[in-house]
């Protein structure tokens, strides 16, 4: 059983920047794909990106291209956030995801969830 945990979260001002970090643990030598899913309040949970287990290929949702880095250390089992030219849209509770597949994308039923990291945006 993999266990993700984030950090990283917290208050920032609209046009700043934040990263979130994700570790895992207990992945016992499977290969992994990590991704980024969040939930605004009132709405459903939605993808935001995802990196391959290689790290060679990397997927984004049109609102974070451009604006969202993905990347991941295999050494230390981490994946992190790069976010940056933040609106007070992109408030919501952000979530570390992996998965036993190659890839993590909008359509993935993720195997394994982090608690979540609240990121708010002000105006």
């Known amino acids: 059983q993999v266990q993700l945990t984030e950090s990283g979260g917290g208050l920032v001002q609209a046009g700043g920047s934040l990263s979130l970090s994700c570790a895992a643990s207990?992945?016992?030598?499977?290969?992994?794909?990590f991704g980024w899913f969040r939930r605004a309040p009132g709405k459903e949970r939605e993808f935001v990106a995802g990196?391959?287990?290689?790290?060679?290929?990397?997927w984004y949702a049109d609102f974070a291209k451009g604006r969202f880095t993905i990347s991941r250390n295999n050494a230390r089992d981490t994946s992190t956030l790069q976010m940056s030219g933040l609106t007070p849209e992109d408030t919501a509770v952000y979530y570390c995801?992996?998965?036993?597949?190659?890839?993590?994308?909008?359509?993935?039923?993720?195997?394994?969830w982090g608690q979540g990291t609240q990121v708010t945006v002000s105006s």
């Open positions: 207990g992945r016992a030598g499977i290969n992994i794909a």
């Open positions: 990196i391959s287990w290689t790290s060679t290929r990397t």
């Open positions: 995801a992996a998965d036993r597949d190659y890839g993590i994308g909008p359509s993935t039923e993720v195997d394994f």
